[in-house]
Structure formats: structure tokens, C-alpha cells
């Protein structure tokens, strides 16, 4: 049985869901945010439980580490985490006050997903706070790209085999099935996507990154003028020069955003704004979202 959970789910109610089943009757896995939990569910199947801390309408890099969510983690036999820094701003206090040596960094049920994947947007050189809020190891966003999915999933495998490995069949049996499916998707995806390659785009984060080098979109530039930080009038000023001169085709950015600069910056080129699912739906497969975030796309450059 696969559990998802918000975080307004009560206290009790929470408890009820993990002390019905022994720990060696199925995994307890904590995930911290949906795109994530969206893997691991199809990989745990029937032979884990699964609950996500963050609520998918939040930003996964401000999320309230509320106490209620300390349970969970207390009682869990695995954490997994997005990791290059995205939770680093909340994760930590839950952690602490989480007890569970288990799920601490370096522990046998601490995974994160982005030792399965190659990181793109290292920076080069010293890093500091006035080049706003970087992460040191890379673009934390990587399952825009569904290549990245299906290695998360063989990872994930791997280590939910080291956890229970009297289940080692079925975790990578469902792993294998996933890559399959989700492969089979990617060249269908991709057929669709050619509408867009070369087209310029314009996104407010760096959070679309993997997608946009995984769709041959040309990054035009960003709404912010440092990641975390709001633009300037000048910056705006400059990125409605460059959108106009690259002739930026899609304006886009996820819900938790601001809309104002964007929507400035899209009427003076003449272009809608994109809206686009930043994590799936609680319990939404995630072959679902893709196909949600690939239709967004199409649907703005048209």
C-alpha cells in the first residue's frame, strides 16, 4: 500500500497510518517532496509505505518544518531527498528534532536521489551569499528530465534492496517496468517536443533547466537577476531587450512564483505566460506530470 499525505494531516492520523503495519511487513519511507515520491512509489509498490512532507502546491525550497511532521520522520525506515541543497533550508530542523539516526546524513536509510543523476549548473569557482541562493553542487531540478527519472528509479531500487532485501525482485522488477514505460514515453514526448527546439525561453527560476536542455529550447534568460533574488528595473529592462532581440517564444514559471515581472516582461514581447506544473499532484504518477509539463510547453509557444 502506497501513502501520501499532506501536511495537514493530524498528528493521530499520521501515527494510525505506520503503527497498523510492522516495520517488516513493508518499507516506511519519508519522502520530502512529490516529484521524488512520485518514483519511489512506483518502485516500493505494495511492499512500502510512503508519506511526503511537502505539500505539492509549496515551494520545495521553503517549506515550514512544522512539528507534526517530526512523526513520520521518527518512525521512518528511509529518507529520501531531492539533495544538491534544495531541502537545506528546512530539513535540517526536522532532522534534528526527528531522532531517528537511521535517516540522518550518511545513515543506512538517508538516500539521496541526485547521487543517481549528473548535475548540471555547477558553479565554477568561490561561491558566496552575494551570488544569491546557489547551490554549490548544481541544479537541484533534475527530474524535468524524464532521463533522470529512470535512473532515480534504478537507484532507488538498488536501495530499497539494501533495506529489505528479501524483496530485491520486486523493487527492481518495478524499477525495470518503469524505465520501460517511462522510455517509451520520452521518444513520444519528443516527436511533440521538436515544435520547440531552437525557441527561445524565458523562465523565472533556473528551475526549468534540465527541461529546457532536454527540449532544445534556448534559455534566453531568467526573471530573476540572481537565483532567490527579485529583479532589478534594470534587469528587467535588459531582459526584455534580449527576450525581443532572441525572439523568446515562451515565457514560463511555476505557481509558487511571482507573477508580476513575468507577465511585464511577456506583454512586451508580445507573448503569453506559461504556466507549468512544478511537481506533480499528490499521488499523480509521474509519467503524468511530464506529459502535464510537456503539454504547458507546446500549448505556450504556439
Same mark, same amino acid.
Given at each position: ?26 518499507l516506511k519511507i519519508v519522502a520530502t517532496v512529490e516529484d521524488v515520491a512520485s518514483i519511489a512509489r512506483e518502485v516500493l509498490g505494495k511492499d512500502g509505505e510512503l508519506i511526503t ?120 522488477? @518495478? ?16 516527436? @511533440? ?52 532581440? @532572441? ?33 506533480? @499532484? ?21
Amino acid at each position: 500500500m502506497s501513502i501520501n499525505r499532506s501536511l495537514t494531516l493530524p498528528l493521530a492520523a499520521l501515527l494510525s497510518l505506520w503503527s497498523a503495519a510492522p516495520a517488516a511487513h513493508a518499507l516506511k519511507i519519508v519522502a520530502t517532496v512529490e516529484d521524488v515520491a512520485s518514483i519511489a512509489r512506483e518502485v516500493l509498490g505494495k511492499d512500502g509505505e510512503l508519506i511526503t512532507l511537502a505539500n505539492p502546491s509549496q515551494d520545495p525550497h521553503f517549506v515550514d518544518p512544522r512539528p507534526s511532521l517530526l512523526l513520520p520522520l521518527s518512525r521512518a525506515d528511509a529518507l529520501l531527498v531531492v539533495g544538491l541543497e534544495l531541502e537545506v533550508g528546512w530539513l535540517p530542523t526536522l532532522l534534528k528534532g526527528a531522532r531517528n539516526g537511521n535517516i540522518q546524513l550518511g545513515g543506512a536509510g538517508y538516500i539521496d536521489a541526485s547521487s543517481f543523476i549528473m548535475p548540471t549548473d555547477v558553479p565554477t569557482g568561490p561561491v558566496d551569499r552575494s551570488q544569491g541562493d546557489i547551490h554549490p553542487r548544481g541544479n537541484p531540478h533534475y527530474l524535468k528530465d524524464p532521463h533522470n527519472a529512470v535512473l532515480v528509479a534504478n537507484g532507488l531500487a538498488e536501495r530499497f534492496v539494501s533495506l529489505d532485501p528479501e524483496r530485491a525482485d520486486a523493487f527492481r522488477k @518495478r524499477a525495470a517496468d518503469f524505465a520501460k514505460a517511462i522510455e517509451g514515453r520520452i521518444k513520444a514526448w519528443e516527436t @511533440r517536443l521538436a515544435v520547440l527546439k531552437g525557441k527561445g525561453l524565458v523562465s523565472y527560476h533556473k528551475s526549468l533547466n534540465y527541461f529546457a536542455r532536454w527540449a532544445q529550447l534556448d534559455q534566453v534568460g531568467y526573471v530573476e537577476s540572481k537565483p532567490g533574488i527579485p529583479p532589478s528595473p534594470q534587469h528587467m529592462v535588459q531582459l526584455i531587450a534580449l527576450g525581443r532581440a @532572441r525572439k523568446a517564444a515562451v515565457f514560463a514559471t511555476e505557481s509558487w512564483f511571482p507573477t508580476a515581472q513575468i507577465e511585464f516582461a511577456a506583454e512586451k514581447c508580445g507573448r503569453p505566460v506559461t504556466a507549468v506544473p512544478g511537481l506533480p @499532484r499528490s499521488n499523480q504518477p509521474y509519467a503524468d506530470h511530464i506529459e502535464d509539463v510537456v503539454a504547458a510547453f507546446i500549448k505556450g509557444a504556439s
